[in-house]
């Protein structure tokens, strides 16, 4: 392994530790004894169907100019109406693409979701689009979470994550940590794409 593809590990490691810890707080902020904080932001809580009762509730929040964010504890799917949806799998982080920007039914599990490719050629500014969106709404979500529920609530919610073997982004430098992330998915799309393309 050369200088530039061990960098090029390293940094989706990165990109996969900050999903993985993203999706425990989301996650948190579910079971928030306060109330749960995605419905109160405005997402809808799907529950599971008589014969999935061993999934958890799919979260889905319907946003401005056709655009919709679904969470799951194995990734997040987002879709632009203009520009067809993106799958980011938690422990992958290797962007997937749609040509469909809406889910036809809740992913109770990755066999739900749409068929899912790594972009073609012609698709890759499309699905880099819908990753880079993706990215600053869940940099938003940190900046929202600050500032309204304060950065003590999320230091709170990182306690349990933190288990001393698992990489931890501090609260105070979360949403900071999605905007870097931004930066090397935007400077170098291809290195998160799998090694066919790189």
């Given at each position: 392994m050369n200088d530039?593809?061990?960098?090029?590990g390293e940094l989706l490691e990165r990109a996969v530790s900050l999903l993985s810890q993203q999706a425990w707080c989301?996650?948190?902020?579910?079971l928030r004894p306060e109330g749960n904080w995605l419905l109160e932001i405005g997402f809808d809580r799907i529950e599971p169907p008589a014969d999935r009762k061993d999934c958890a509730s799919v979260y889905?929040?319907?946003?401005?100019?056709?655009?919709?964010?679904v969470l799951r504890g194995f990734g997040v799917f987002y879709g632009d109406?203009?520009?067809?949806?993106?799958?980011?799998?938690?422990?992958?982080?290797?962007?997937?693409?749609t040509t469909h920007a809406t889910l036809d039914c809740p992913p109770w599990s990755d066999t739900d979701?749409?068929?899912?490719?790594?972009?073609?050629?012609s698709q890759r500014n499309a699905c880099a689009t819908l990753t880079l969106d993706l990215i600053d709404w869940m940099r938003r979500y940190e900046v929202n979470i600050v500032e309204q529920l304060g950065i003590e609530y999320r230091?709170?919610?990182?306690?349990?994550w933190d288990n001393g073997t698992r990489p931890v982004v501090p609260a105070e430098n979360f949403?900071?940590?999605?905007?870097?992330?931004?930066?090397?998915?935007a400077s170098n799309f291809?290195?998160?794409l799998g090694p066919s393309q790189t």
């Open positions: 530039h593809e061990r960098a090029e989301w996650g948190q902020d579910i889905a929040l319907a946003m401005p100019r056709r655009r919709c964010v109406g203009q520009w067809g949806g993106v799958f980011l799998p938690r422990y992958e982080f290797q962007p997937r693409y979701l749409p068929k899912l490719n790594t972009p073609t050629e230091r709170s919610t990182l306690l349990e949403a900071s940590a999605w905007r870097e992330l931004s930066f090397r998915v291809n290195a998160f």
